[in-house]
């Protein structure tokens, strides 16, 4: 019969109390570095942009006198940017999650297109701009213009959206799919009128984080060639136009010749974060809203 070595235990136990220690401090430390470089960025930011936030700032167009310059230009191409965004993401991306998840069949060609939306999800955003470059700005002639950016802006959004609402039709109980056959309703009307609805503030979190991240994203916009001149405010998709990633980044670049422009590129700073915010919130406030229980 053998006996349990009361000191081979206790020196096991002891060994599993200071590893679970160590990393307990090690995750501590990661979350308390990232939260003090975040802030000493917000903190350099809100320094730097001190003076510079005003009204005129707001409405002025851009101009070659830091002191005159404003980004009413570069915030009306974001709205304009955000109208292609948001309807192209929302109606591909939730068509797609649908057949996915209610109609296709699983097996290879499923799981074959189940793991190229994940691999999507981590392609580099520079890449995206050199598909949309070669697409559409080259092969459908739209240049550096709205449309160009937006369905640019799309497909590099577009597989969040995917897997967003995938996670939401999921999360439907099979009983109200059943219920709704058991009535006597068609495939189509089931997915209309009760997967839909129900699945709705999980969709529209999914969409709204996806414009949260194409409204800051700025590399596949370089490669499309948008520029930050001195360009008309932008009236329909068809105008070329500038966003206010891109002003912040030709501004940050302008600022080794002119300094003043360092303090322009984090008052725009300051308004897309506060955009972000807006949107981010926007989607807290949906999902507890209208977020049910079953």
Do not use: C
Not at 57 to 76: H, K, P, Q, W
Not at 112 to 137: E, H, Y
Not at 269 to 291: D, E, H, P
């Amino acid at each position: 019969m053998e006996y349990i070595d009361l000191n081979s235990v206790k020196k096991r136990m002891d060994k599993r109390v200071f590893l679970n220690k160590l990393v307990k401090v090690l995750f501590l430390g990661s979350t308390l570095f990232g939260l003090v470089v975040l802030a000493i960025l917000l903190y350099r930011v809100a320094v730097d942009s001190m003076g510079w936030l005003s009204m005129d700032f707001l409405t002025n167009l851009l101009s070659t006198s830091a002191d005159r310059a404003g980004i009413r230009g570069a915030v009306m191409g974001t709205l304009w940017l955000m109208l292609i965004v948001g309807p192209v993401t929302m109606i591909l991306g939730v068509g797609t999650a649908i057949y996915l998840e209610e109609y296709a069949k699983r097996g290879k060609l499923h799981s074959f297109i189940q793991t190229n939306i994940a691999n999507l999800a981590g392609v580099p955003s520079i890449v995206f701009g050199i598909l949309g470059l070669t697409i559409f700005v080259r092969m459908f002639g739209f240049g550096a213009s709205v449309i160009a950016g937006g369905l640019t802006m799309s497909l590099l959004v577009l597989p969040i959206v995917v897997v967003a609402a995938q996670e939401a039709i999921r999360s439907v109980p099979g009983y109200l799919r059943e219920a709704s056959f058991g009535m006597g309703a068609t495939k189509w009307q089931t997915i209309k009128n009760v997967v839909l609805p129900t699945a709705i503030p999980g969709i529209l979190t999914g969409v709204i984080l996806a414009l949260s991240r194409a409204i800051g994203e700025t590399a596949p916009l370089v490669v499309i060639g948008i520029p930050a001149l001195l360009i008309p405010v932008p009236t329909s998709i068809t105008d070329n136009f500038t966003a206010l990633p891109m002003q912040i980044y030709y501004w940050t670049l302008d600022s080794v010749m002119t300094a003043e422009y360092a303090n322009l590129a984090a008052a725009t700073i300051v308004v897309l974060l506060v955009v972000l915010f807006l949107l981010n919130s926007v989607a807290i406030l949906i999902r507890n809203k209208f977020q049910k229980r079953f």
